[in-house]
T-cell receptor
Framework: KNQVEQSPQSLIILEGKNCTLQ??????????LRWYKQDTGRGPVSLTI?????NTKSNGRYTATLDADTKQSSLHITASQLSDSASYIC??????????????FGTGTRLQVTL | KAGVTQTPRYLIKTRGQQVTLSCSPI?????VSWYQQTPGQGLQFLFE???????NKGNFPGRFSGRQFSNSRSEMNVSTLELGDSALYLC??????????????FGEGSWLTVV
């Protein structure tokens, strides 16, 4: 069964510090991996999309990495801000089937940035 | 351009009632998918529509149904509501079918509470 596991489940960091969130997956065959940011009570917003051939993708202070061999991805947040407080969701797509039913969602990492 | 619009944002229903949720995708997007999100669980796939046709349905009981209209707007209906149906229901749209680097845009969601 395809699975996406994220760690840690939750994280508290001080404003200005960096942090790294992890995503391990067992989805096969792999097509692409997406990271989303979801503020409390809001819909997820896309941060990055990476395909098999890409191992790094940046979006401002967010940098995602992908190791397709070990089936691991990470999301690194640099110089965190209070507005980074949110859940971060890893989503892996199986094959290139063109259907949402082949998306596997992680349960997310809840990040809290404090003063 | 306007994002994915979901209505209503919040609603409270009684067990046994039915509910209809609406989703207007981004203009020009033909693919609409629906998800249920509950605390501690990742997003669970409900349905996917493309050009008024249901392409896939997730592992949910028949009480959950949906449809897509010719203007790509979509509705989902839940009949005979149960307490366990309380969740955030998210709609997402994409330009064409979900594949490759195609970005999936989520709406803000409809919060359903069943009492």
């Amino acid at each position: 069964k395809n699975q996406v596991e994220q760690s840690p489940q939750s994280l508290i960091i001080l404003e200005g510090k960096n942090c790294t969130l992890q995503c391990n997956y067992t989805v096969s065959p792999f097509s692409n991996l997406r990271w989303y940011k979801q503020d409390t009570g809001r819909g997820p917003v896309s941060l990055t999309i990476m395909t098999f051939s890409e191992n790094t993708k940046s979006n401002g202070r967010y940098t995602a990495t992908l190791d397709a061999d070990t089936k691991q991805s990470s999301l690194h947040i640099t110089a965190s801000q209070l507005s980074d407080s949110a859940s971060y969701i890893c989503v892996v797509s199986e094959s290139n089937t063109g259907t949402a039913s082949k998306l596997t969602f992680g349960t997310g990492t809840r990040l809290q940035v404090t003063l | 351009k306007a994002g994915v619009t979901q209505t209503p944002r919040y609603l409270i229903k009684t067990r046994g009632q039915q509910v209809t949720l609406s989703c207007s995708p981004i203009s020009g997007h033909r693919s609409v998918s629906w998800y249920q999100q509950t605390p501690g669980q990742g997003l669970q796939f409900l349905f996917e529509y493309f050009s008024e046709t249901q392409r896939n349905k997730g592992n949910f009981p028949g009480r959950f149904s949906g449809r897509q209209f010719s203007n790509s707007r979509s509705e989902m209906n839940v009949s005979t509501l149960e307490l366990g149906d309380s969740a955030l229901y998210l709609c997402a749209s994409s330009l064409v079918a979900v594949t490759g680097r195609n970005t999936i845009y989520f709406g803000e969601g409809s919060w359903l509470t069943v009492v």
